[in-house]
């Protein structure tokens, strides 16, 4: 028994891989030209024809697709297909604007279960496996994606969604829940709770836990493992895109294989658009090339990548990409300086403190200030004043030898800080600029 | 012979005093003595309690990061120069004071009870007993 979903395009040889999105390229860019007159004018003002496209390697001459223009063309003048083709929307959060709306025929969906499927058997998941959903359902993907690819894998499936943290725990320990699904920051929260009810990893019997939506840090990551007593892999997607499984990792857990045969990857500089080679870090790049109600060609994520083609050791051929290592929209530049909130977590972790914090920017006089909140805990807490003064300006230099520039550090109340179940909130700019 | 201190950490703005106090009333700790501590960012309050453990645990109950240090709490009498009496005991010894409160009436009239924290509350302890001075147990 091999640990893949579908061995066959899983372990495909690249050249078989290369032929495979090729044809679909081709196809899907006819698709689009034919039913979506946004696309057409796109091609036509760069001068590009169906036809000129005949494979991947002609992909770098068809245009950009942002998140604006989704925006644009709210909700649904980019389908692709009859809306009575259509069974279903997912929609992003909207935290950073308008509402993106993505439409699902019934073969998108299947496809995109299969994706999620393909991520949960990676992990370890069978039949044998309970798996409980702890991401929310409705119009978020994470919820019904991984929901849709526990049923493909046969797994008994615990649609537990968000919230209620107790009854989380209970039902793990109960159903004998093996594999969770949820957002990292609810997973470190999960391990938390189950930690100060003085449970032990050995007290509940998962095994592995899929975890996306977010960014996280490898520290992160062995804080859950240690917490939960699990296998913690990472699982990226884009609402746009289909949700989560566009590329998930494998038992070597070191960067995430792209599903290939439904999403062309591609890195390019940020500021050309132009295509940059494997190991270069660059934004990273989606072309749907199965998706039939929602096509995106060359959807910009505005995440900041590394691409790899070596070969993997599970056996898989689809090329990996890093965990996001920043994103373009949120990166924040203050004094000058470029900083990404997970700079901040890798500080916090290495200094013993969790991962709930929250970054709050200001201009005053003139000058950007830089407030990093941090909550206490039972671990940090101590009688002694000069103590935790003592902690409180070690991670001060820290954060100061990480970023480059001086921040404040406020130390809050436990549990002050509110907890994602959806998406945290780790940054409040209040500059007016 | 010590006596048991419960700290707690408080987020430095307003209100969390009053909420904190809340707690207390709620579940009727009934607080023998009670010290703040402040910095510009955060507090910590010290307080000694009737029942310091169920006062510990309706506090982490409440969300509060708690913990409980051994402290060593002397008698003396209300009058002057008797604070100098136990402190120059501490001098002689070479035993350095981390902080210090102290209330006044308690559990014996004309007395007031001084509660200090060092680094070896035995070693403390110790001095302060051979120098015949009269201390506090629970």
Known sequence: ????????????????IKELQDERLVAQVKHVWSNVPFYRKKMEEAGISPEDIKGRDDLHKLPFITKADLRDNY???????????????????????????AYYTQEDIDLWEDCCARAIVAAGGSKEDVCQVSYGYGLFTGGPGLNGGSH?????????????????????????????????????????????????????????GIFGAEAWSEEMRRNIQNTLGIKAYDIYGLTELSG????????????????????????????????????????????SITKKAFPLIRYRTRDICILSH?????????VKMTKPLGRTDDMLIIR???????????????????????????RVNNTDTLDVHVEMTPDMFTDNVGEISRRQNELVSALR?????????????????????????????NRKI | MSISQISVF????????????????????????????????????????????????????????????PVTCATIADKPGSLHEIIEVLNKEGIDVDYMYAFLGGRKENHAHIILKTADYKKTDAALSKAGIELLEE
Not at chain 1, 157 to 165: A, E, I, K, M
Not at chain 1, 401 to 406: A, C, D, F, T, Y
Not at chain 2, 47 to 68: P, Q, S
Request: with cysteine; aromatic share 6%; glycine share 8%.
């Open chain 1, 1 to 16: 028994m091999g640990n893949y979903y579908q061995e066959e395009i899983e372990c495909a040889a690249p050249e078989k």
């Open chain 1, 75 to 101: 909700p649904d003048k980019l389908v692709a297909v009859p809306l009575s083709e259509c069974v279903r929307i997912q929609s992003t959060s909207g935290t950073t604007g308008k509402r993106v709306v």
């Open chain 1, 152 to 208: 493909k894998v046969g797994c008994l499936t615990v649609p537990t969604s968000s919230g209620n943290t107790d009854r989380q725990i209970m039902f793990i320990k109960d159903l004998k829940t093996t594999i969770l699904c949820c957002t990292p920051s609810y997973a470190a929260y999960i391990g938390e709770t189950m930690k100060e009810s003085g449970m032990k990893p050995e007290d509940i019997p998962l095994k592995a």
């Open chain 1, 244 to 287: 989560p499984g566009v590329s998930f990792e494998c038992s070597e857990q070191a960067g995430m294989h792209v599903n290939e045969d439904h999403f062309i990857a591609e890195v390019v500089d940020p500021e050309t658009g132009e295509p940059l080679p494997d190991g270069e870090k660059g934004e990273l790049i989606f072309t």
């Open chain 1, 310 to 318: 070596e070969k993997c050791s599970c056996g898989r051929t689809h």
């Open chain 1, 336 to 362: 000058g300086v470029n900083v990404f909130p997970s700079q901040i977590e890798t500080v916090l972790l290495k200094n013993g403190y969790q991962a709930n914090y929250q970054i709050i920017i200001d």
């Open chain 1, 401 to 429: 030898s990480m970023l480059g520039l001086k921040a404040n550090v406020t130390l809050v109340a436990p549990k002050s800080i509110i907890r994602s179940e959806g998406k945290a909130v780790r940054v409040i700019d």
């Open chain 2, 10 to 69: 408080l987020e430095n703005k307003s209100g969390s005093l009053a909420d904190f106090s809340g707690v207390l009333a709620e579940n009727k700790i009934n607080i023998q003595a009670m010290s703040v501590a402040e910095t510009s960012e955060f507090g910590i309050v010290r307080l000694i309690a009737d029942d310091i453990y169920e006062a510990a645990t309706i506090l982490k109950d409440a969300g509060y990061i708690a913990r409980i240090t």
